[in-house]
T-cell receptor, first 116, second 112 residues
Framework: GALVYQYPRRTICKSGTSMRMECQAV??????VAWYRQSPQKTFELIAL?????????EQNFTQEKFPISHPNLSFSSMTVLNAYLEDRGLYLC????????????FGKGTRLTVV | GDSVIQMQGQVTLSENDFLFINCTYS??????LFWYVQYSGEGPQLLLQ?????NKGSSRGFEATYDKGTTSFHLQKTSVQEIDSAVYYC???????????FGTGTSLLVDP
């Protein structure tokens, strides 16, 4: 079956430092990978959408300078939270989809970021 | 832009009660609508996808329909069980089908 693994599952970083999280698709080719943040008491905010062979598209309030993303092949993506502060804490989810649009998005279990 | 509104933040039911959760959506395109379920400590999982207005999707005893006229879609289950306790999110994808917009979630607690 199709699975998405995210690691680390939990991480703590000091305010002002950076943290990299990874997303691995297994059992399908992840043509499209979306990174979301689920902040406390909030729903899923889309950070950016990465489609292989296309430019990564960031949503309003999120920038490449703050959340650089790499999507080098059809099974892997990573995102870094640069210069993390309290407002960056939350559960970061990777959602990956295969070639055809409107097929199921498979989510990992997320990386929970705590900033101290 | 696209938006999804999910008003019920928390629902508490007893086993075998009827569940009904409603969302409204706004888009300029032709949406595909979804219901996701998130159990504690897990990422969201697809529960149902509804692509045609007034047609029902069904899975695990849940049914979903959407009404194009009122731009609303809902999730229902005739008889909930304790294992159904989770957070349910409605979501909508854009025309290209790559970007998902989520509602704020309904936390369902089913008492045994």
């Amino acid at each position: 079956g199709a699975l998405v693994y995210q690691y680390p599952r939990r991480t703590i970083c000091k305010s002002g430092t950076s943290m990299r999280m990874e997303c691995q698709a297994v059992g399908f080719q992840a043509t499209s990978v979306a990174w979301y943040r689920q902040s406390p008491q909030k729903t899923f905010e889309l950070i950016a959408l990465s489609t292989v062979n296309s430019a990564i598209k960031y949503e309003q309030n999120f920038t490449q300078e703050k959340f650089p993303i790499s999507h080098p092949n059809l099974s892997f993506s990573s995102m870094t939270v640069l210069n993390a502060y309290l407002e960056d804490r939350g559960l970061y989810l990777c959602g990956a989809r295969a070639v055809i649009a409107n097929t199921e998005v498979f989510f990992g279990k997320g990386t929970r970021l705590t900033v101290v | 832009g696209d938006s999804v509104i999910q008003m019920q933040g928390q629902v508490t039911l007893s086993e075998n009660d009827f569940l009904f959760i409603n969302c409204t959506y706004s888009t300029t395109g032709y949406p595909t609508l979804f219901w996701y379920v998130q159990y504690s400590g897990e990422g969201p999982q697809l529960l149902l996808q509804v692509t045609t207005a007034n047609n029902k999707g069904s899975s695990r005893g849940f049914e979903a329909t959407y009404d194009k006229g009122t731009t609303s879609f809902h999730l229902q289950k005739t008889s909930v069980q304790e294992i159904d306790s989770a957070v349910y999110y409605c979501a909508m994808s854009d025309n290209m089908g790559y970007k998902l917009t989520f509602g704020t979630g309904t936390s369902l607690l089913v008492d045994p």
